[in-house]
């Protein structure tokens, strides 16, 4: 029969002549310090982790998450966001246990070994399992799924430490703010964070065996033809950066961005063609061939037509309606429909422009502080008066667009720049197009031989052909056809136009001799011309 517990550790007690717990002395005692000492540790670290780990993830990338992450990443910011925004609270509950862990650890230490060794012991265990470790793990790349998984748990501490961590939120609340709003990026912050994402390599153009993987107009989604399973043909360090899911951003594509930030502070002022620039025609004018003429060398869509002077604007002339005109009916501008323009005041902004566009009702505005004056007269239509009305200048949809993407647009009437790079490309191939000249040359010259050689003998002529004689026609079950003789000449000593003058004779066929043979020659018959027996 065993005795009980009180009286086994009795008898250690009584055994024990040292003041710390030892497994000899009081096993009991002495596993239940070092079991709580070892938990107080994990615990500390739990909590540095946690604190680490939760505060430290941005609240904008969770929002980020949830709107073009992956289901599984949308999953784990919806569970992490709503504990996240309760900064304080959350910051207030892990450091209560944190803080309460390690203050006892010390305590339990002390009855194990010497205070000083308690003590360097305690300091070392929470630096490195209680800070440093966990820190490490919390903070890592699987930051966003640990964090998710230990949202129950963090829930619970809320829940025990609410009593005491809630007030002390509210008083941090209260005296540096509530710090629940997501950080908003300015906007050269954010063309900072386009530009550190920039690709040096350029863009892939559509038809490259680049493109052909990414771009094609029929993607399949079959394992065996996914971009990563297409062999050496696509080039593996672009597959990071061609997919939606790339990290890295082109030099166009950083350039319209950047253009697209730059466009809100921009005017119409600042895009607009200054109006003594501007090329307008008079209504009076009559649309005769050198006029037509005229517009068409001006490469302009729409063009300002003008009453008397050149500030009272009556309307736009769209170009494209005069190909139903006749020039020699010489009509005058005045009898055409012509559209009214967009209006706008000089401070107007290129995206305000830039939606009015977008309504159809014109893709050109004329710019003038005097807008209300203008749209008077245009509604009464009375004439415009020089000295109440100034026009500033015009802007077009291509100005905006050309602003927004920051390059010049080069159509069809737009005149050619070529750069220095392509004046020394055509110098060094200069050679290579000459050469290349120079044997499309001979082959229309041997092509031009050879169809006089067919014309004269009736028939292809190879070499084979030429030094044999021959074989006569023969009928399907292989008998000799009988067939009629003719005169026959030597095509080897005639000049082309002789041959072509007895090729196309029904008394003559054509027969050519080798250079060896003076005297007599092979025979070549051809099948198109009967022989005359």
Known sequence: MLPPRGAVRLAYNANCDGEYLTPSCDPYEFYIALGTAVGLICVA????????????????????????????????????????????????????????????????????????????????????????????????????????GLVPFVQVLMVLAFPLAFPM????????????????????????LVALQRETRPLPTRGSMASFYVDSDRPSTSPATSPRRRGSAFPPHLYHVLTPQGTHLHTDEVTIIHGALDLTNKTVCDVMVPWSYVYMLDEESHLNRDLL?????????????????????????????????????????RELMLKKPIVVTPDFSCYAVLN?????????ALITPHVEYVQRCWVAGVD??????????????????EELIQEEIQDETDRTIVDDAAKRFEAQTRGLRTCAARLRAWAARARHRVQLRRGSGGKRLSIPSVLSPARPPRTK?????????????????????????????????????????????????????????
């Open 356 to 364: 009015e566009f977008q309504k159809g009702r014109s893709h050109m």
């Open 169 to 192: 939120s509210k008083m941090l609340d209260w005296c540096v703010g509530e710090d629940h709003d997501v950080t908003r990026y300015k906007r050269k912050e954010i063309k900072a």
């Open 384 to 401: 415009l008066d020089p000295a109440g009305v100034e026009f500033d200048g015009i802007v077009t949809i291509e100005d905006v667009v």
């Open 45 to 148: 670290g739990m909590m540095a982790g946690l604190t680490m780990g939760l505060l430290s993830i941005d609240k904008l990338n969770l929002q980020i998450m949830q709107m073009e992450g992956t289901q599984t990443e949308k999953d784990r910011a919806g569970r992490v966001l709503p504990i996240v925004k309760r900064h304080h609270l959350l910051l207030v509950t892990l450091l209560l246990f944190n803080a309460a862990a390690n203050e006892a650890l010390p305590v339990f230490l002390a009855r194990l070994v010497p205070e000083t060794h308690a003590i360097a012991i305690s300091v070392t265990c929470v630096l490195l399992f209680g800070e440093i470790l966990p820190s490490a793990v919390f903070t890592g790349k699987n930051q966003l799924a640990i964090a998710a």
């Open 293 to 333: 003429a005229e517009i068409l060398a001006s490469g302009h869509s729409r063009i300002p037509v003008y009453r008397t002077h050149r500030a009272n604007v009556v309307g736009l002339l769209l170009v494209k309606r005069l190909i139903v005109l006749d020039p020699s009916d010489a009509r005058p501008i």
């Open 477 to 533: 079950d292989g008998t000799p056809v009988q067939t009629k003789r003719m005169r026959s000449f030597d095509a080897s000593s005639m000049s082309p136009s002789q041959m072509m003058t007895s090729a196309a004779s029904p008394t003559w066929t054509v027969t050519i001799s080798p250079p060896q043979a003076t005297t007599a020659a092979a025979t070549e018959t051809s099948p198109l011309l009967p022989k005359r027996s």
